[in-house]
């Protein structure tokens, strides 16, 4: 079961996840320039090995068998290319911005709130995507991103893609939710029950929800707000605060206070929803659109093992590889062909991995920048060092 394997990474994982998410980290201003960095990418070809690899990802993405004996495509890709590798976990975006910044990393698995950071902060290179065979199969959809394609430059891979959805309490809300309003308006039913995600990146929430009920805000772009959109969106939050029972970070958290009745309607994760009883707990891509998760494999700009750098991009982005990955984390693939080597048969359509019209409304996240990223320039927008203050003074 899907809720088994999540209870495997957490529990591998937990201690230090719990505390750096409480905290929320520090953010810096590095996304507040207007143009990427320069620098060219690898030209190739990809040679030897050097012998090891040094991962910083997320828990669940780089397993070797020591979370679980079924897990493992690390000790494959060691046999295979010679590179020795040696996995780091973070449990927080903004951790992961820390302790690449601070070097002794080859490769990261990013979210999308920390690339566009990692990249303005010249802490990447760019990436030479004809040296990555398997990334003819990723998905059109998921290339050239926003949160990893600057100026027609891409700086990484695809992994894996999510939605954060809207659940519920069926015995206290009813059989039909289907909107965010549940979350924000103060006559919800789930008053008192409310449980938003912690995390400054959650202001892209309410700015979704703000897109479709103050259409007169002119927002087209979550990640992308002028002050007054930000400060309309902060209202929200705050207006929403009366309602919330618990902010979560840790999975585990939200899923004892859902099956214990505590949190009657929250934003979370299809992996999180699998293991809840469907008869109790309800769930849905919200009608207003949601955000969501699009991560990157990215290589550090001064990495002395290049050519196991590159060997370990496409080798998660390979068909067998990005299945067991992405099934074993809960998510939907980034590679097309992996849907068919999936263990549960059903795993892409659960995840929604090849349709194309469910991720049309799934706002990524991104890191927000001075530079609107919604193509504006007459205006400037609000860097992710404000949210990341706005976010921290809210949960004062």
């Not at 899907?2 to 905290?23: D, G, P, Y």
């Not at 068998?65 to 290319?81: I, M, N, R």
């Not at 309410?206 to 309309?232: E, H, K, R, W």
Request: proline share 6%.
């Amino acid at each position: 079961m899907q809720s088994s394997r999540l209870l495997k990474i957490a529990v591998a994982t937990s201690a230090a996840a719990l505390v750096l998410a409480a905290c929320g980290g520090g953010s810096d201003s590095s996304t507040d320039a207007g143009a990427a960095p320069g620098g060219e990418a690898f030209a190739g070809p990809v040679g030897d090995g050097e012998g090891k690899l040094s991962v910083l990802a997320w828990p669940g993405y780089a397993e070797d068998g020591s979370t679980d004996p079924s897990a493992d495509w690390v000790t494959p890709f060691e046999e295979a290319t010679g590179c020795q590798v040696d996995v780091k976990t973070f449990g927080t975006s903004d951790e992961a911005v820390k302790l690449m910044q601070g070097g002794g990393y080859d490769v990261i698995s990013a979210s999308g709130d920390a690339s566009l950071r990692l990249i303005y902060g010249e802490n990447i290179q760019p990436v030479n995507l004809d040296l990555v065979p398997n990334y003819a199969d990723i998905f059109p959809d998921l290339k050239d991103r926003s949160h990893n394609t600057v100026n027609g430059t891409s700086y990484g891979v695809p992994h894996g893609r999510g939605a954060n959805l809207l659940i519920w309490n069926k015995e206290k809300l009813g059989d039909s939710v289907d909107s965010w309003s549940v979350m924000f308006e103060p006559d919800s039913p789930a008053a008192g029950g409310v449980g938003p995600y912690d995390s400054p990146i959650y202001i892209a929430d309410a700015a979704v929800y703000l897109m479709a009920t103050q259409p007169d805000l002119g927002i087209t772009d979550p990640y992308a707000l002028d002050q007054a959109q930000f400060d309309a969106a902060i209202a929200l939050l705050q207006q929403q605060k009366s309602l919330v029972s618990e902010y979560w970070s840790d999975y585990l958290k939200q899923i004892d206070a859902v099956n214990g009745g505590t949190m009657t309607g929250a934003t979370s994760w299809q992996v999180i929803v699998n293991g809840f009883d469907p008869a109790v707990v309800g769930s849905t891509k919200a009608k207003e659109g949601a955000t969501g998760w699009s991560d990157t494999w990215m290589i550090a700009k001064d990495t002395p093992n290049l050519n196991c750098s590159y060997k370990w991009l496409d080798w998660m982005a390979s068909p067998a590889t990005n299945a067991q990955a992405a099934e074993w984390f809960g998510e939907a693939p980034a590679n097309s062909k992996a849907c068919e080597l999936t263990a549960d048969p059903e795993h892409c359509d659960k995840f929604h991995a090849g349709d194309t019209a469910y991720w049309e409304d799934v706002y990524y996240w991104n890191t927000p920048t001075e530079q609107c990223l919604d193509g504006r320039t007459d205006v400037t927008c609000v860097p992710y060092a404000e949210w990341s203050k706005a976010w921290s003074e809210l949960r004062s």
